[in-house]
């Protein structure tokens, strides 16, 4: 079984910045992308970051020079910096990752529970 945990959501005011993380955890074998979606309401999900399991990063047009995606191979863990944050960044934020279980297995989608983040004006 694998878990994605993730942390640092919150409230706060719009210039404010603020720190996700998120550890997977289970039975691990391999780690490909890692990456942050957000769903505002009324709205689909859509990706915010991702980055490669070689430290290769892509990102929204909307988030481009005030997010920073990273990654902690040794700890399995993503971290999204939010600087400059608008109101609408308000969503809340999931944590996705590709993961192998062994060394034959297939990658799978794995989902974090999601941390809201709510910028105020």
């Known amino acids: 079984q694998v878990q994605l945990v993730e942390s640092g959501g919150g409230l706060v005011q719009a210039g404010g910045s603020l720190r996700l993380s998120c550890a997977a955890s289970?039975?691990?074998?391999?780690?490909?992308?890692m990456g942050w979606y957000r769903q505002a309401p009324g709205k689909q999900r859509e990706l915010v970051a991702v980055i490669t399991s070689r430290g290769t990063t892509n990102y929204a047009d909307s988030v481009k020079d005030r997010f920073t995606i990273s990654r902690d191979n040794a700890k399995n863990t993503v971290y999204l910096q939010m600087n400059s944050l608008k109101p609408e960044d308000t969503a809340v934020y999931y944590c996705?990752?590709?993961?192998?279980?062994?060394?034959?297995?297939?990658?799978?989608?794995?989902w974090g529970q999601g941390t809201q983040v709510t910028v105020s004006s």
């Open positions: 289970g039975s691990i074998f391999s780690i490909n992308a």
């Open positions: 996705n990752a590709e993961i192998a279980t062994s060394r034959l297995g297939y990658w799978t989608n794995y």
